[in-house]
């Protein structure tokens, strides 16, 4: 009979992907981002013919290229909590394949590097704070 091992704890990128669904499904429902409308109100506009850097009411101006607004308009077709839920987490697992690109190309391998993965969770974590705050 085979001795039973003790499992390992779960691996870093386990807990960043649990934190990271956390925060964005939290920044969806309770703060709702301004810059997120803006740009979806700006994708709107640009899908009907109409001018992306027009004002909107209690919104900010569109400071961005017409193709940013166009970038966002599969997440401007949803209700804003999904598509603000949906986006945060599309930019945050963009930013971890982003690293894990550079990370090899650097020649580390993130499999077998436990704190090149806890790095990129804090990058990730600190990015999300750091832009959802503002």
Known sequence: MKAL??????????????????????????KRPPPYRVVTEA????????????????????????????AMLPFSLLPDAWGTFLFLLFQCFLFLWAFGRWAR???????RSVAAQWIALASVLLDATASLSA
């Open 5 to 30: 091992a003790l499992k390992r704890p779960a691996p870093p990128i386990l807990v960043s992907i649990l934190l990271i669904v956390t925060l964005c499904a939290h920044t969806a429902i309770v």
């Open 43 to 70: 994708a709107r506009n640009v899908v009907h013919g109409q001018n992306p850097y027009a004002p909107q009411p209690n919104l900010d101006f569109f400071k961005y290229s017409p193709l940013a607004g166009l």
């Open 105 to 111: 190309a650097a020649g580390y391998d993130l499999r």
